[in-house]
């Protein structure tokens, strides 16, 4: 194998953002299953394990300044990337560590609230896994959250194949090849692969449409992707039970899927498996046979330690607190199938309603529930469409209004470092203050917004699309 991602071999990983990540969306996926979150106007502690180039990380410290954030990567030049963008963008709140996770667990730090890591624990060896359990055994408080994504069996296993042909090419074709740099010969990797998928109908990428698909996915991304998800030479996908088991090492339970729309069961599973979970009283069976069920290939899971279910009265509080808006103008909704099932549950008119009354400002779903359409209809079912929604990027969950406040000066320095790179070192994400997630633009439309705001300053931005405005990205 002749293409692990080392200090040696430098291959750079992609300028991802995942909205997942944001202390605002993990404390709204837990309150909507009825359990204590972390309040988000307390001084949290916040570390990122893998941060890649640090753009959620540093994202979320513009959004939530009075908090303290921390993140790790073993590759110098993600964690100098992420040190030249705080720096840019006056971000005094974050601290980074080029450590591997083997020596996190020693590091001298506070008790964190939130511990996340996404794109890592199935891409590493058993033995880092293992450390990664003892840093969270170390510093979760009691009462903290743990977010991890990871491959997952049994729906990866039509992939295993597809892994194995990377690392034979890797093996007996690249090596020959020494003198090409690594995402070349990850890049001839993928043509000739994509050369045996156009040999005709039968074979075993013709037979698979999914595999077919991820195929076409890696060739979109290129190199970077591949290697991340192909071809490191400990990258294997997991069973829920086996990361539960891990977990529970440090005292962590299951709490809830960690992406909103996955906790709307009406919408994700078919009535007989419904009825069969609903039967299955184990939490790590049931959701073993919800993957089963789903045939699912990633998780995106939120473990507790130490779980405290709200009682009913603030659980139904919490819920109908909760502020949602807009995330696109009223007329660019995308007509998605979560708006397409959302008009289905609700009706067109009462659909409708609910789009106009999350346009123009954060509102709580009690103020929602006031529109005449939406009146008869449960708060819950209105919850699950707006989850629903946030889905497609139509709707966010919006942050308290003091926040918003708190946030502010911090967002605009965020926004405007991003603005003077102009999108040329990959990183392309404005933080929208109403929500505290941050939304991709283009790098022409990233270099019109830079000389709207130096010719016209923030009126000149929200004059020319008022949307921006509202979402407090200027």
Do not use: K
């Amino acid at each position: 194998m002749s293409l692990p991602r080392t200090a040696a071999n430098p291959l750079v990983y992609t300028h991802g953002y995942y909205e997942i990540l944001s202390p605002g969306v993990i404390a709204a996926a837990l309150a909507s299953r009825g359990l204590r979150a972390p309040d988000l106007q307390a001084p949290l502690c916040y570390f990122e394990l893998g941060m890649g180039f640090g753009v959620s990380l540093l994202a979320n410290a513009a959004a939530f300044p009075h908090m303290r954030f921390f993140g790790n990567d073993f590759h110098p030049a993600h964690v100098a990337h992420a040190r030249g963008l705080a720096r840019d963008a006056g971000l005094e709140n974050v601290e980074l560590f080029e450590d591997g996770f083997d020596v996190l667990p020693d590091r001298d730090l506070p008790m964190m609230d939130c511990i996340v890591m996404h794109g890592v624990y199935s891409w590493i060896s058993p033995a880092l896994r293992h450390s990664i359990v003892r840093f969270i055994e170390r510093r979760l408080r009691p009462g903290g959250v743990v977010y991890v994504s990871y491959n997952a069996l049994p729906g990866w296993a039509p992939l295993l194949p597809l892994r194995e042909l990377f690392h034979l090419h890797a093996g007996r074709v690249a090596e020959r090849g020494a003198g090409t740099d690594a995402a070349g010969q990850l890049q001839g990797a993928l043509d000739f692969i994509q050369r045996l998928a156009d040999c005709g109908e039968g074979g075993y990428l013709q037979a698979h449409p999914a595999v077919a698909r991820r195929l076409a996915h890696a060739r979109a991304d290129g190199p970077h992707y591949a290697l991340h998800e192909y071809v490191g030479p400990d990258s294997h996908p997991l069973y829920f039970h086996q990361v539960a088991q891990e977990l529970a090492g440090a005292g962590l339970q299951f709490a809830v899927p960690a992406l909103l729309a996955e906790q709307v069961d009406a919408a994700c599973l078919p009535a007989e498996l419904a009825a069969l979970l609903a039967s299955t009283h184990d939490p790590v069976l049931r959701e073993t046979l919800r993957d089963y069920g789903l045939d699912r290939s990633f998780r995106r899971d939120l473990f507790v330690r130490g779980p405290e279910p709200l009682a009913p009265a603030e659980a139904e509080r919490c819920l109908l607190d909760q502020e949602w808006i807009l995330a696109v103008p009223r007329d660019a909704v995308p007509d998605g199938a979560a708006l397409r099932l959302v008009s289905q549950w609700l009706g067109e008119a009462a659909c409708g309603a609910l789009l106009d009354a999350v346009c123009s400002a954060p509102v709580p779903l009690r103020a929602v529930m006031l529109q005449p359409p939406l009146a008869g209809v449960p708060a819950r079912t209105v919850h699950d469409a707006l989850m629903l929604l946030a889905s497609s990027n139509a709707v966010m969950p919006a942050l308290p209004a003091a926040l918003r406040r708190g946030a502010r000066a911090s967002v605009q320095g965020f926004n405007a470092a991003v603005l003077e790179r102009g999108g040329a070192d990959g990183t392309r994400h404005l933080v929208c203050g109403a929500s505290g997630l941050a939304s991709e633009w283009t790098p022409e439309t990233l270099r019109q917004l830079r000389e709207a705001l130096r010719h016209g300053g923030p009126a000149g931005i929200a004059q020319r699309a008022p949307w921006l405005a509202r979402l407090e990205v200027v």
